[in-house]
């Protein structure tokens, strides 16, 4: 069992994107013991959200909050909020595990008991889960005050969007997850809670608070292949995503028209040619595998198709795009990718 008490419970996760899939990961932590702080635009001292587990079953999260105000002094004229939100976790909210206060009717418990005191004012962020979404990451990451030796999880679609921003010092762990959350009203729901994979580029073994974690996160993975199943998803949300986006289908339509089926092939097989450029060990097969996860998730709107409805902007940098960075050092012309790109953009620059 999880021992909230223990040294590696004692170092607080950062939370940047408490949205959808941040939440996931907070519950998660949360009920591994950990502490988890959301960094917000505001200065609210505590986030309540309800999420909806694939049970039905409702879970109150309750964080902490902190001031995105970025480092130093800056940061520190911040204290008073924050030692507000110290003071509230010694109550009947919790710091560590989620645990709604007592009556709260019909919502389930979140995890342990809470044990681990909030980190001291202005202290740099040595644990980071980045899960905005991939434009806004260089925004929601400036004058962040990261430790030299931060771990921070990147918990988003496409690749590259922490590139350059860290120190170098940092250990990025990229987290892929085939769980899906939708907002439901003022909920977030699991609608499908899957495999999820860590990773990083670096050989080796996951970090010592892994095996916590993935005893409270379901079907939570650190594969040797991690590299492989990274660029699987990648080359299905460089495909699905932006395919129906641009012609406003649900995803099991791309495979039942030709035009599109054909349109898909053709970007399966350019994301093929990049990964075999970098890695000779690629299977070259992306086709079937998008094709089976756009028939699996036939009824789905992707969220670049729902990013596109609501005229917001998309995360084709960060999935295309990479693709598209990839091949210009590699010397490799990828038309299908450019053009789909450029139509995407056309629609919301
Ligand atoms: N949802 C899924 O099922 C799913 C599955 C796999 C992967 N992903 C990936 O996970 C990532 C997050 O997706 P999501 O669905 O969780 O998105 P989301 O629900 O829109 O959540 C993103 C959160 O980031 C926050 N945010 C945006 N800019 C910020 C900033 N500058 N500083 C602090 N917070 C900021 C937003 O806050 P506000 O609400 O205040 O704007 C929002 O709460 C994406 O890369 C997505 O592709 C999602």
Redesign the pocket.
């Known amino acids: 069992m999880t021992n909230p008490a223990s040294p590696d419970h004692a170092e607080p996760w950062y939370l940047?994107?408490?949205?959808?899939?941040?939440?996931?990961a907070a519950h998660y932590l949360q009920r591994a013991g950990f502490t988890v702080i959301?960094?917000?635009?505001d200065d609210t001292p505590t986030l309540e959200r309800t999420l909806i587990l694939p049970s039905g079953d409702p879970v109150l999260l309750q964080l902490l909050c902190e001031p995105?105000v970025g480092a130093g002094p800056a940061r520190e004229r911040e204290q008073s909020s924050r030692q507000d939100a110290r003071d509230l976790s010694k109550d009947a909210i919790n710091n560590a595990s989620g645990i709604p206060p007592a009556g709260a009717a019909g919502l389930s418990r979140a995890g342990p008991a809470p044990t681990n005191p909030a980190p001291a004012a202005g202290a740099p962020i040595r644990r980071l889960v980045v899960?905005?979404?991939?434009p806004?990451?260089v925004?929601?990451?400036?004058g962040l005050p990261l430790a030299a030796d931060a771990t921070v999880l990147r918990?988003?679609?496409?690749l590259g969007?922490l590139d350059g921003l860290l120190p170098d010092g940092a250990r990025m762990i990229e987290?892929?997850?085939?769980?899906?959350?939708?907002?439901d009203g003022d909920a977030?729901r699991v609608?499908?809670e899957n495999d999820t994979w860590m990773g990083e580029s670096a050989a080796g073994g996951p970090p010592a608070w892994f095996g916590a974690l993935s005893a409270h996160w379901p079907k939570l993975h650190w594969p040797d292949d991690f590299r492989h199943r990274q660029w699987r998803?990648l080359v299905g949300?460089a495909v699905i995503n932006p395919l129906t986006g641009l012609h406003d289908v649900a995803n099991g339509r791309i495979f039942q028209d030709p035009a599109l089926a054909g349109e898909a092939e053709q970007l399966a097989r350019e994301a093929d040619r990049v990964f075999t450029a970098l890695d000779p060990t690629w299977p070259g097969d992306s086709l079937p595998g998008v094709r089976a996860l756009a028939e699996a998730t036939a009824g789905n709107t992707s969220?670049m198709r729902a990013d596109m409805q609501a005229g917001a902007v998309t995360?084709i940098d960060?999935i295309n795009g990479w693709l598209l960075r990839q091949a210009e050092a590699l010397d490799i012309d990828l038309p299908a990718h450019r053009r789909i790109v450029a139509a995407v953009k056309a629609r919301h620059p």
């Open positions: 940047l994107g408490a949205g959808n899939m941040g939440l996931l959301v960094l917000r635009r995105l899960a905005c979404k991939a806004f990451t925004d929601a990451l400036a918990l988003q679609n496409g969007s987290v892929v997850s085939a769980s899906a959350v939708k907002r977030h609608v499908a998803k949300n969220s995360e960060a």
